[in-house]
């Protein structure tokens, strides 16, 4: 059964950092790209960032540029979100995805297959 568990949410002040991680199974892991995804209460779900198969490839949000950096560990079938100077507007939950379809590192979420649980980001004062 594929599974993606997205963790390392929580509360945190603005300014400051939170790093994701989303553990994969089920699947052969290097083989495929990994996209980061959030949604805030009442907004679509978005594109944060992306990562190829080798990790050779990554996307990011123009929103998260210079703040966000996405890594891989095949080794440990893991995925890595470093997320640096939080801001307010990074207040959303968190989800991790599989893309099956080895198109590249695609940005909208209807390109991806499965999807973790979600982890809640709160940057607040």
């Known amino acids: 059964e594929v599974q993606l568990q997205a963790s390392g949410g929580g509360l945190v002040q603005p300014g400051g950092s939170l790093r994701l991680s989303c553990a994969a199974s089920?699947?052969?892991?290097?083989?495929?790209?990994i996209g980061w995804f959030r949604q805030a209460p009442g907004k679509e779900r978005e594109g944060v960032s992306g990562?190829?198969?080798?990790?050779?490839?990554?996307y990011y949000a123009d929103s998260v540029k210079g703040r966000f950096t996405i890594s891989r560990d095949n080794a440990k079938n893991t995925v890595h979100l470093q997320m640096n100077s939080l801001k307010p507007e990074d207040t959303a939950v968190y989800y991790c995805?599989?893309?099956?379809?080895?198109?590249?590192?695609?940005?909208?979420?209807?390109?991806?297959?499965?999807w973790g649980q979600g982890t809640q980001v709160t940057v607040s004062s």
């Open positions: 990562i190829s198969s080798s990790g050779r490839s990554t």
């Open positions: 089920g699947f052969t892991f290097g083989d495929y790209a």
């Open positions: 995805a599989v893309d099956f379809k080895r198109l590249g590192v695609r940005r909208d979420p209807p390109a991806y297959d499965v």
